[in-house]
């Protein structure tokens, strides 16, 4: 990893100047920021009336003003972010044929890949981090809330989730630049894989699990409860599925389990009833650590891949 | 006609003179009747001039002057002769007398009193009261005899109260409070107040009420020959073990006494406590594993308490144990050691949940309310953290594998 500095220097130097990166950013900073001010006049509607309102200030990320929360625009089109950073990294420059003059140099191959998937994540890094501490700031102001020890942890496990699964995408796009010689293949393949597995599978997991269970008794719960497990179980193939549970759990506090649909008896309501309080940072964490193991790991799998067909390509013969 | 016309004049002048006699005679008579009296005429009379007292009364009876003269008199009056030993006087409301003035055609009433010694044998006695006009004209004298009885016989009468209870025996737990009617008739002539007293067990309290009224009397007032009926409210101490306690209630008056013996049988109280050791009713569980705590029976009642037994109110498809199961009997004072095992449901959610233990003892009931945290399991944590290093060694192997190339 010695001459990593330079790839990543002048990686981060490409990046930050290029028009592609200052459009993107711009447009998610707008679109952060409106969606802030919306539920930040939200919230005050919301709390009218509420004796004594907890964790306001993580409703900033999760109150849906008009369209959408930031959680879920960052799971919608956080993968774009990661697919656009990524999916010309290699290809591009196989194409203009600077690959084989970056390899002439005293570089080591692998030190070429390594920088370009760390520059990748280092700006996604930056441009999460500076999204969630413009909407803390800005909630400041709007709400004037200031937020708790408890409610920072949890802000700051959220963006550790957000960039870890941004990265994820990119690393399925920096696959698909070694994979595909065309750009607009690599392109075009990266958003295939963005749509099937954050539009397609949901639906899908939907009428895989109607076709094995006998719709006809859809009154019985038992049934309803067994369909419903079965399509979350599908389900969980998709990252964005991943991600929102994983992120919806750890950032409101009075959700308790990642699960949509809870079966619960009678006295377990009334008992829950009787206490009901709001999860510590770490039972919540507990509660989500799955989900942030399996996203890191799909994040490791998709790089340790694109690094092994990276490695193993031919190059010079281009 | 003429004979009809003299009839006529005939009744008139005959009904004129009758009615005329009339008027007459009625004036004569009113003029007779003031003659009759003499100018001057003075009677004595005493009220009662032979009586019967039991040894120790006190004499009061009332001396009758009677002027039946015109004119009004100056009389002086005086007790002539008494038996030794014996106080006589003759008394109006505020002075001893030794001359009334009696005015014409009324009466005087005077009062004789009299009191023999301290111990009168019992006899006839004899006292001559003498009245006479200040100038010597009218001189009366009259007898008093005054027969004294034996005080044995009137031994019962002095005693003079009486009390009645229809329900001597009153029982019930340590805790209650015990209310006793008794009826206090006093057997008494005259008016007299009575005092009241109780005498229970230490640090009992014992009050006395009027009938169906709230607060608390220690005397009372009972005209002659009347009754009463007055509450006795006890309140035992708190402390009393179960036994049988007498309670004895006297009323006074100077010599009139009376008593009564109530009773009151304690049962006992039932009253359990139950806690934790440390005060903390909170406790961690994991899902689907036991969870411990230990929780005291301490019995603060007064009796024995028996088949304590434990109910749990608590989610669907938790455990809740207890070992042991129940207990046969708990002394007074005595402390037991229930262990409380809590084993959530596989699938319950992380959070807190409210488990109820009631303890169900002999006429006592105790309900604990426990929160229980069911916090996640830290082993799906570690092997999140194993699989993270796995994959993470795996990319430093392939790194190894195939890097510097």
């Given at each position: 990893m010695s001459g990593i500095k330079p790839i990543l220097k002048k990686e981060l130097a490409d990046h930050f100047s290029s028009y592609r990166f200052i459009i993107l950013f711009a447009l998610i900073t707008m679109v952060s920021m409106i969606t802030v001010y919306m539920v930040g006049l939200n919230i005050q509607r919301e709390l009218n009336g509420v004796a004594k309102p907890r964790f306001v200030f993580l409703m900033l990320f999760t109150s849906s003003g008009t369209l959408f929360s930031l959680v879920d625009f960052v799971a919608f089109f956080g993968?774009?972010?990661?697919?656009?950073?990524?999916?010309?990294?290699?290809?591009?420059?196989r194409n203009e044929g600077t690959l084989s003059k970056l390899l002439s140099q005293p570089i080591f191959r692998d030190t070429i890949i390594n920088g370009k998937f760390l520059a990748g994540v280092v700006v996604i890094g930056v441009m999460i981090s500076s999204i969630v501490l413009l909407i803390s700031g800005l909630g400041l102001i709007v709400v004037g809330v200031i937020p708790g020890v408890e409610e920072v942890g949890r802000i700051l496990i959220y963006l550790i989730i957000s960039i870890v699964y941004v990265s994820f995408w990119l690393g399925i796009a920096i696959l698909f630049s070694i994979i595909f010689r065309s750009v607009a293949t690599s392109a075009l393949a990266a958003l295939a894989v963005w749509i099937f597995f954050s539009f397609f599978i949901s639906m899908g997991a939907n009428a895989i699990a109607g076709a094995l269970v006998s719709d006809t008794t859809q009154d019985d719960p038992e049934v309803v409860l067994k369909q419903i497990k079965i399509q979350r179980a599908l389900s969980l193939a998709s990252p964005l599925i991943l991600y929102v549970d994983a992120t919806a759990t750890i950032i409101d506090p009075m959700r308790k389990t990642t699960r949509t649909i809870i079966q619960m008896g009678m006295l377990e309501q009334l008992s829950m009833a009787r206490f009901a309080g709001p999860l510590s940072l770490s039972q919540s964490f507990f509660v989500v650590l799955p989900y942030i193991v399996s996203l890191l790991a799909i994040t490791i799998v998709s790089f340790a891949v694109s690094y092994l067909i990276f490695m193993r390509q031919e190059i010079r013969s281009i | 006609m003429k004979n009809h016309f003299s009839i006529r004049a005939l009744s008139i002048l005959l009904g004129a003179l009758i009615s005329m006699s009339l008027s007459v005679s009625s004036t004569l008579a009113a003029d007779n009747d003031t003659s009759r009296k003499p100018a001057r005429l003075i009677t004595m009379a005493l009220e009662y001039p032979g009586i019967e007292i039991p040894a120790g009364d006190d004499i009061s009876m009332d001396i009758i002057l009677?002027?039946?003269?015109?004119?009004?008199?100056?009389?002086?009056?005086?007790?002539?002769?008494?038996?030794?030993?014996?106080?006589?006087?003759?008394?109006?409301?505020?002075?001893?007398?030794?001359?009334a003035h009696v005015p014409s055609g009324e009466d005087k009433i005077l009062t004789l009193e009299a009191k023999p010694p301290g111990d009168p044998a019992p006899g006839t006695y004899e006292l001559n009261i003498e009245a006479q006009t200040v100038d010597g004209r009218f001189k009366m004298r009259k007898k008093l005899s005054v027969n004294i009885i034996a005080k044995e016989d009137s031994a019962k009468e002095s005693k003079g109260v009486k009390l009645t209870t229809s329900f001597p025996v009153l029982q019930g737990p340590s805790d209650a409070e015990f209310e006793f009617s008794i009826e206090v008739d006093s057997k008494l002539i005259e008016d007299a107040i009575f005092d009241l007293f109780a005498q229970g067990p230490k640090n009992w309290t014992i009050n006395f009420k009027p009938a169906y009224e709230s607060k608390y009397i220690s005397s009372l007032r009972l005209k002659g020959n009347q009754s009463q009926t007055v509450a006795v409210e006890v309140k035992p101490s708190p402390l009393a073990p179960a036994g049988e306690y007498p309670i004895t209630v006297r009323v006074s008056s100077g010599d009139?006494?009376?008593?009564?013996?109530?009773?009151?049988?304690?049962?006992?109280?039932?009253?359990?406590?139950?806690?934790?050791p440390s005060d903390i009713l909170s406790l961690d569980a994991r899902q689907g594993q036991p969870a411990n705590i230990s929780m005291y029976i301490k019995n603060n009642g007064s009796a024995a308490n028996h088949n304590i037994s434990f109910l749990s109110f608590k989610p669907e498809n938790w455990k809740v144990e207890f070992k042991p199961e129940r207990i046969d009997v708990l002394e007074p004072g005595a402390l037991q050691q229930i262990e409380v095992l809590v084993t959530p449901y596989d699938e319950a959610l992380l959070g807190d949940y409210a488990v109820n233990i009631k303890t169900e003892g002999e006429k006592a009931t105790k309900n604990?309310?426990?929160?229980?945290?069911?916090?996640?399991s830290a082993a799906w944590g570690w092997i999140g953290i194993a699989i993270i290093v796995f994959v993470i060694a795996g990319l430093a192997g392939l790194f190894r594998w195939l890097g510097r190339r």
């Open positions: 993968p774009l972010v990661g697919l656009i950073l990524g999916f010309d990294t290699i290809n591009r420059e | 009677h002027n039946k003269g015109r004119s009004d008199e100056d009389v002086n009056v005086a007790i002539t002769a008494k038996p030794e030993g014996w106080q006589a006087l003759i008394k109006t409301y505020k002075y001893t007398v030794t001359s009139a006494q009376g008593e009564a013996q109530l009773k009151i049988v304690l049962t006992g109280t039932y009253d359990l406590e139950v806690g934790t604990t309310e426990f929160r229980i945290t069911v916090k996640a």
